[in-house]
């Protein structure tokens, strides 16, 4: 049985996985109906509930970065789970890219130590039919591209965010490729879908989302990717 995952109620077989547990109680608020919780264990808030097709939904936090995001797929697996999105926020590498705007990620540069210990080559894919799920819930409200998976938030090294561009990714976050990594392991459709909250001028100085756009940012996440989900 799960160690980390307690639950209090059914998994449904699709899941939403953001990082933050704050979110995953505000989207289960948007896209579920009467949710439950699922799990409170760890602070790694989960709610599962019916979705807007009629057929049931889950939605897990995975915490920050790739060993918790490991730890909590890994034991849906176990429970059950058939197909996961992450939905989740990234720091935009692309100078195309503003404050708010959807990206939807069909690689991942594996440059994280979780991916990499799990076999993860330079570049995890994510599952194709989901990825054209999530074109068709956007519309043309969102990039198409590969992001880069990092260890670390606050990275003192400028020239990594160059490497990283010059790589092809539009974007960089934390769980994406292990996530995807673990997908292909288990045989399990995975997706990640992110907005930028994050834009980097040219020294590197950082411009954050205000409160507002963030909380709108979230809802654009989780109507997409539900969506996506969908029956």
């Known amino acids: 049985m799960p160690v980390h995952i307690h639950s209090t109620a ?11 547990p704050g979110r995953a109680l505000a989207l289960a608020q948007l896209v579920l109906s009467e949710p439950r919780m699922f799990n409170h264990n760890r602070g790694l808030w989960g709610y599962t509930g019916m979705a807007a097709d ?12 790739g060993p918790s ?4 797929l890994e034991e849906l697996c176990d429970l059950g789970l058939e197909r996961a999105i992450r939905v989740g926020t990234c720091g935009a590498l692309d100078e195309g890219l503003e404050l708010g705007d959807l990206i939807i990620a069909d690689a ?3 440059t994280d130590g979780t991916s990499r210990a799990l076999g993860a080559g330079e570049r995890v894919h994510a599952d194709a039919a989901l990825v054209e799920r999530l074109r068709a819930a956007a519309g043309a ?19 990594r965010t160059r490497e990283l561009t010059s790589a092809g990714a539009l974007a960089i976050e934390m769980e994406a490729a292990t996530i995807l990594r673990i997908g292909q392991l288990r045989g399990l459709p995975t997706a990640c879908l992110l907005a930028v909250t994050d834009v ?8 954050r989302i205000d409160d507002e756009g963030l909380i709108r940012a979230g809802e654009d996440l989780g109507r997409v990717a539900a969506g996506a989900l969908g029956a």
């Open 141 to 159: 409200g969102a990039r198409v591209g590969s992001v880069a998976t990092v260890d670390l938030f606050y990275d003192r090294g400028p020239s």
């Open 200 to 207: 980097f001028g040219p020294d590197g100085e950082r411009t």
């Open 108 to 110: 991942a540069l594996a």
């Open 54 to 65: 009629g057929e049931p939904m889950t939605i897990q936090s995975t915490g920050m970065g």
């Open 10 to 20: 059914p998994l449904a077989p699709r899941v939403l996985l953001p990082g933050d």
């Open 69 to 72: 995001a490991a730890i909590v």
